[in-house]
Nanobody, 118 residues
């Protein structure tokens, strides 16, 4: 059974930092892309950052330079370091594990709440 478990969310003041973690079990990273997405109330889910099994990173314009994604293949864990947080970063953050070539799969975590407020 494949599971993605996120942790690290919480309440932080503007300008502060948080680090999210997503640990997978039941499946390996090989050939897959790990990513973080977020969804704020009343808005569609959007991409935040992704990292391939080869280490290629991609960021949304809104977080470029403030967020850093990284992965530890030995621990089957992906991290999202979030610095200089803004109120507009408040959302539920979801982890995603996706492989677009055979065998294809697409798994999501349950989400973790991030609230940026003074």
């Amino acid at each position: 059974q494949v599971q993605l478990v996120e942790s690290g969310g919480g309440l932080v003041q503007p300008g502060g930092s948080l680090r999210l973690s997503c640990t997978t079990s039941g499946i390996a990273f090989s050939g897959a892309t790990m990513g973080w997405y977020r969804q704020a109330p009343g808005k569609e889910r959007e991409l935040v950052a992704t990292i391939t099994s080869g280490g290629t990173e991609r960021y949304a314009d809104a977080v470029q330079g403030r967020f850093t994604i990284s992965g530890d293949n030995r621990k089957n864990t992906v991290y999202l370091q979030m610095d200089s947080l803004k109120s507009e970063d408040s959302a539920i953050y979801y982890c995603r594990l996706r492989r677009t070539w055979t065998p294809q799969y697409d798994y999501w975590g349950q989400g973790t709440q991030v609230t940026v407020s003074s």
